[in-house]
């Protein structure tokens, strides 16, 4: 039974590197007089190229580490990726295109050191970097074929796992690295010799088994341990080590997984019969770890967003929209796809902001309202206001690529219905585009006192020709005139979610200027036509009733400003990326950062969160309101808390976002398959229950924060409390169809 990697991951620190020490030369002087004597000479009737090994023999009496190809020197290995929750110790995934993780000498035990060189090269600690004696006897039994071949050592087999890895070279130089051929064993030895000249036996030995393949997708110990026994190397038995240092020879038929376990064990006492023979360990201690079965332990190497832990399917949606923000980061790579391959090789320790308990609480609520076997969907965003840190994406899916047997996008997906893509423009979010309408007022003048008398239909001044026009123009009535009908201002035009009072704020404002506040707080505008639009929004007045398509992430990030007192922050996935030497790079370390600004000014913000206390139930800084769309809400959260809920046309979708000063988050009911399919009246109170409940359990244990009240500056056309804005002493009839309504 295969295991879940979740927590044996290696730690990422680099290595320390030992300084270099230079040896005796004695060695050195050893090989070059025997390469000499090969060359000028004839061994066993086979003649070696004269002028080939003299030029190498030249180049090796001079040649410095210095001068060797710059990935011997500090080989840049392609290293796995690994994207941690945020409490930087719960694995989501990992990326690789070469299933590696470097680890330092220490991290690795003494026996796995010991099984490698007793399996590999017995002399390893006596020659410098060529084996004398096993080179003649190469020489001799290679002798009719005219080529030499074997008599590799460790630092030689090192050398040519680096080349044939070496990513800045072409395709024919890498497989040059591995040719059977007499000039590339040359150029192995002039290579290894010279490394030996120059670093310490430990370090070549960790050098190698970072490198070394040993089967089963496991590049290098740190994986091969995994892979196999669900452990890290430096815990390694001496068992396990064996087995591991045995797969080296054949990694692909001793591959005890994927293979008969029977050849991967007769290969594993091949290896601790060795390691008696050069004192590693005793005979009594090699029959009792012969004496043991294999006991496999594997962990199955998995990469990318699909390989999360079944368990935690949920963490997919989260994982794909990490991957987009990786792709679009231009720090990492020229293109995306420059990008997306500097995740899979660049050995990144990343902390996501992604936390586990909100995430699985998150999806709970989701699949609350609809089962995953629903068409329809309810994706729920979380989201940090003031860092932008997305702590949450869930919906009622199965994060995955196997068809469906309806051929639709359920249960299984992997389309970013959450956070939106080039192919998921979002849903319809209703009235909660309110917000940008008062936004843009409240920054123009118009204070929360503002008010109208709200009737319908309302005859407007953008041109209409369809069912809703008279007299040529748009004419907008409210969903229930007993309930929204009157005079409002914008603390009980918010919190009833009058179209007309809305319609007519948008109005004096100007349209322009609230699609501009939308831009300006994150959202965007994927669908073509709404796209179209928003570039010229002159005529679009039915913006401020939720039309346009957007994504829960857009949503719950726009109304996070507010909680920040104006400050707006792109979303972001991560909290800190460090790069394989355990540091992080510049280019890590800017995109770690939030991106913020003061979108808009704090008072601007206080003044809209405090008409959003009027929707669920809650009193504002001033004056009063009452009936509120989701009054409910106040008793769920049980602290300070505004929002908005949302509608969109013939309950097409319905939605609420919820805010606190530490937490927002958007949810919404909708088939985003078929924006004809109507969800109906039924799921709203779902919705809005889901975004209380999660406010109110993501928030145990934090502290109780109000929201600052707004100036009476912003609140009061007068300035002042104590004189606000009251309604007409007798507002005027209802219009009829096509006449204009009055203040």
């Not at 507010?562 to 510049?586: F, Q």
């Not at 601007?604 to 009193?619: E, F, T, Y």
Request: net charge negative.
């Amino acid at each position: 039974m295969q295991e879940s990697a979740t927590t044996l991951v290696p730690g990422t620190e680099k290595p320390e590197q030992p300084a270099p020490a230079k040896r005796s030369t004695g060695r050195k002087i050893l090989t070059l007089v025997l390469l000499g004597v090969l060359g000028g000479g004839v061994v066993a009737g086979a003649t070696l190229p004269v002028s080939a090994t003299i030029g190498v023999t030249a180049k090796l009496a001079g040649e410095s580490f210095e001068d060797l190809p710059k990935d011997l020197q500090m080989p840049p290995t392609p290293q796995a990726s690994y994207l941690y929750a945020s409490d930087g110790k719960t694995v989501i995934t990992q990326f690789w295109e070469e299933n590696r993780t470097d680890v330092g000498s220490d991290d690795i035990a003494k026996v796995m050191k010991d099984a490698i060189v007793a399996a590999e090269d017995t002399r390893f600690y006596e020659h410098g970097g060529v084996d004398v004696k096993g080179l003649v006897r190469a020489f001799v039994s290679n002798a009719q074929g005219g080529q030499l071949s074997g008599a590799s050592t460790l630092t030689m087999q090192y050398v040519r796992n680096v080349l044939k890895n070496d990513q800045t070279a072409s395709d024919e130089e890498r497989e040059a690295a591995t040719e059977l051929s007499t000039s590339r064993k040359l150029q192995e030895i002039r290579y290894a010799v010279t490394i030996e000249d120059t670093l310490e036996k430990e370090e070549i030995l960790r050098r190698y088994l970072n490198i070394a393949y040993f089967g089963n997708k496991s590049y290098g110990v740190a994986a091969a341990a995994r892979a196999y026994f669900s452990t890290t190397p430096d815990k390694l038995t001496l068992s396990q080590a064996a087995t591991i240092a045995g797969l080296v020879k054949s990694p692909d038929q001793f591959d005890p997984v994927n293979n008969d376990p029977g050849e991967a064990q007769g290969r594993r006492d091949y290896v601790l019969n060795a390691m008696v023979g050069t004192g590693a360990i005793t005979r009594e201690e090699a029959d009792k770890a012969i004496a043991e079965p294999l006991n496999l332990k594997p962990t199955q190497a998995t990469s990318n967003c699909t390989a999360v832990p079944e368990d935690h399917n949920n963490w997919g949606f989260f994982c794909d929209y990490f991957v987009s923000w990786w792709k679009a980061q231009e720090e990492f790579g020229p293109t995306p796809e420059d990008r997306e391959d500097s995740l899979k090789k660049g050995g990144f320790r990343i902390v996501t902001s992604l936390d586990p308990k909100l995430q699985d609480a998150a999806t709970a609520q989701a699949l609350s309202i609809y089962d995953v076997d629903n068409p329809r969907a309810a994706p729920i965003a979380i989201v940090q206001p003031g860092t932008g840190k997305v702590q949450a994406l869930a919906i009622n899916r199965r994060f995955s690529i196997v068809p469906n047997p309806n051929g639709g996008n359920y249960p299984n997906t992997v389309n970013q219905f959450i956070a939106g893509s080039e192919d998921s423009a979002g849903m319809q979010w209703g009235s909660t585009f309110k917000l940008f309408v008062m936004l843009a007022a409240l920054e123009n003048g118009f204070p929360l006192d503002t008010g109208y008398n709200t009737k319908g239909p309302m005859k407007t001044i953008y041109p209409d020709g369809g069912p809703d026009a008279c007299g040529g123009f748009w004419c907008p009535s409210n969903a229930s005139a007993s309930y929204q009908d009157g005079y409002q201002n914008m603390w009980t035009g918010f919190g009833k979610s009058s179209n007309t009072f809305f319609i007519r704020l948008q109005q004096e404002v100007g349209v322009d200027k609230a699609v501009e506040m939308a831009k300006r707080l994150g959202i965007q505008f994927r669908n073509q036509k709404d796209a179209e639009l928003a570039a010229n929004p002159s005529g679009w007045g039915s913006f401020t009733l939720g039309v346009a398509a957007t994504t829960p992430l857009d949503m719950a990030n726009a109304y996070a400003t507010l909680a920040a007192d104006g400050k707006y922050c792109k979303p972001t996935p991560v909290v800190s990326i460090t790069d394989s030497t355990g540091a992080a790079s510049a280019a890590a370390a800017k995109v770690a950062q939030p991106e913020c600004t003061q979108a808009i000014k704090p008072d601007v913000a206080r003044a809209a969160a405090d008409a959003g206390r009027c929707v669920v139930g809650q009193q504002p800084s001033y004056g009063q309101c009452a009936d509120g769309t989701s009054t409910a809400v106040s008793g769920i959260v049980g602290r300070p808390v505004s929002g908005k809920s949302g509608t969109a046309d013939a309950y097409a979708t319905v939605s609420f976002i919820g805010v606190t000063p530490q937490l927002a988050i958007a949810g919404i009911a909708a088939n985003p398959d078929n924006p004809t399919d109507l969800v109906g009246q039924q799921p709203q109170d779902d919705v809005v229950r889901a975004v209380a409940t999660l406010l109110r359990d993501g928030l145990k244990g934090q502290p109780v924060k109000d929201f600052p009240a707004p100036s009476q500056a912003i609140a009061f056309k007068s300035g002042s409390a104590s004189s606000p804005q009251l309604p007409p002493a007798s507002p005027p009839a209802s219009p009829r169809a096509g006449e204009d309504d009055d203040d």
